[in-house]
């Protein structure tokens, strides 16, 4: 653990007002803490979102646990709609529904992630001691003097802080003060495949697709999805390769690829081509770093969600995970003796294996969602899962549902995993067993 200031009372500063800043901020507000908070952007209360940079969020049991801390729980699920299930798309047009857990009861949940982030940043500012600021964009921070320097649209602006607190995402300036430092691993894993938004609007006043439903149009190497919004409209995203991107440039030719393997979107999507041509492409990366917690003469920078540890979004955990830091912050802050030094050692050390886990999860539902959902193998044994949850409950229970519908640490999840798939195999071959002696006992009452 680097040296801590000695300030009586910290000066704390987080750097991002997005989701993960603005909890943060509040749960440190209710502690009586005074917080200054810097966002880059400009107050997304009086500017119109970025066009083609939403990826609706899928909000699920870790998420809604950590709005409960701020009273947002049930605000959030008034704005949401829950999906209980996927609706796979195949290149012909059908379509099959496949639902998320056993009993078909339980559900993820899309929202608007500018929504969301507006309701948590309206009840940051309302909380005593939260002071947030826009249009700040971080260009210094001296961890051996404290001080944090901002480019605004009227100059230069100072502050100082004893703490720092990272929350401004993947791309982090604040990170960057200690990328190259000694002892600080650093790495960022791009995937080959980037993303970019089109829209299916409502028909006729309704939904052209299935709200109840996370739609997959799967396709081997590339996928698009679908998430419903309030509005019955629904946002896609595609997830194709660079070279895939590439090579659609004319409007003839992206019409011309739509109707050939995504058929039932070419109908639906009246703006498919300009949202294509006009929509930015995003990149999709995996950030992993360490340590979390970085100690000057002066001031302490704590790394918080995605600026530690971004992952790509398969498993739809991550504005979960980083809502979890968050709360895992002020759960160390109520039990560390010597408050902020022992609650940020107990924050990097509780959540490092954690988050490690679930980017490796994330990774490979993508290879699930874009190629594996589709094979009459995997639907095989999605269906046997169901059927051991439903005869085994709480004993045998499926990763998804563990990731999605409970809240236990993400890595816990993988080593149970291998334990049910033992007993899966053991099962299948004691059922197997008892097959084939039937046969034998059969067989030789024949001869008899």
């Avoid at 990170?175 to 299916?200: A, N, W």
């Avoid at 419903?228 to 004319?250: G, H, V």
């Avoid at 980083?322 to 107990?346: H, K, Q, T, Y």
């Avoid at 033992?422 to 059969?442: D, F």
């Amino acid at each position: 653990m680097p040296e801590w200031p000695t300030a009586d009372e910290p000066r704390v500063v987080i750097i991002g007002a997005g989701l993960a800043g603005c909890l943060l901020a509040t749960l440190l507000g209710r502690r009586g803490m005074q917080v200054n908070v810097y966002e880059r952007r400009e107050d997304p209360r009086a500017a119109p979102p970025e066009r083609g940079r939403s990826i609706n969020l899928a909000i699920s049991a870790r998420g809604l646990a950590a709005l409960d801390h701020v009273g947002l729980r049930e605000q959030a699920l008034s704005r949401a709609l829950p999906m209980h299930g996927r609706m796979v798309h195949d290149p012909a047009g059908g379509r099959s529904f496949r639902p998320y857990s056993a009993d078909g009861r339980r559900a993820i949940n899309s929202i608007s992630r500018s929504e969301l982030n507006l309701a948590l940043l309206d009840v940051a500012v309302k909380t005593p001691g939260v002071n947030v600021a826009f249009g700040c964009r971080l260009t210094h921070l001296d961890l051996d003097t404290g001080e944090l320097r901002f480019a605004t649209d009227e100059g230069p602006r100072l502050a100082q802080a004893d703490l720092v607190l990272a929350c401004d995402g993947a791309f982090s300036a604040a990170r960057r003060t200690v990328t190259f430092r000694t002892g600080f691993t650093f790495g960022q894993d791009y995937l080959d495949h980037r993303y970019k938004e089109l829209t299916i609007p409502a028909r006729d006043g309704e939904f052209a697709l299935d709200p109840d439903a996370l739609h997959i149009w799967p396709r081997g190497e590339s996928m698009m999805i679908a998430l419903p919004n309030l509005d019955r409209s629904f946002t896609c995203t595609l997830f194709w390769t660079s070279e895939q991107f590439a090579a659609l440039r004319s409007p003839a030719q992206i019409a011309e690829h739509f109707q050939a393997h995504y058929p039932d979107v070419a109908e639906l999507a009246p703006d498919l081509v300009e949202d294509y041509l006009h929509n930015p492409l995003g990149s999709l990366a995996t950030i992993r770093a360490w340590p979390w917690v970085h100690g000057g003469a002066a001031a302490t920078l704590a790394l918080v969600g995605d600026a530690a540890h971004a992952i790509v979004p398969f498993f739809g955990q991550g504005a979960n995970c980083a809502f979890e830091d968050c709360v895992e912050i002020d759960r160390c802050l109520a039990e560390s003796g010597n408050g902020w030094p022992g609650a940020l050692a107990a924050y990097e050390r509780r959540r490092k294996a954690n988050c490690d886990a679930i980017a490796e999860m994330a990774l490979d539902n993508f290879v699930e969602m874009r190629d594996r959902v589709s094979s009459k193998a995997f639907q095989a044994k999605a269906a046997a899962g169901h059927w051991l949850e439903r005869r085994l409950p709480g004993r045998f229970v499926s990763r998804y549902e563990l990731v999605s519908f409970t809240t236990m640490p993400y890595a816990e999840i993988p080593p149970r995993m291998r334990r049910q798939a033992r007993l899966t195999a053991l099962a299948a071959a004691g059922i197997a067993g008892l097959g084939a002696a039937t046969v034998v006992g059969a067989s030789r009452g024949g001869r008899r």
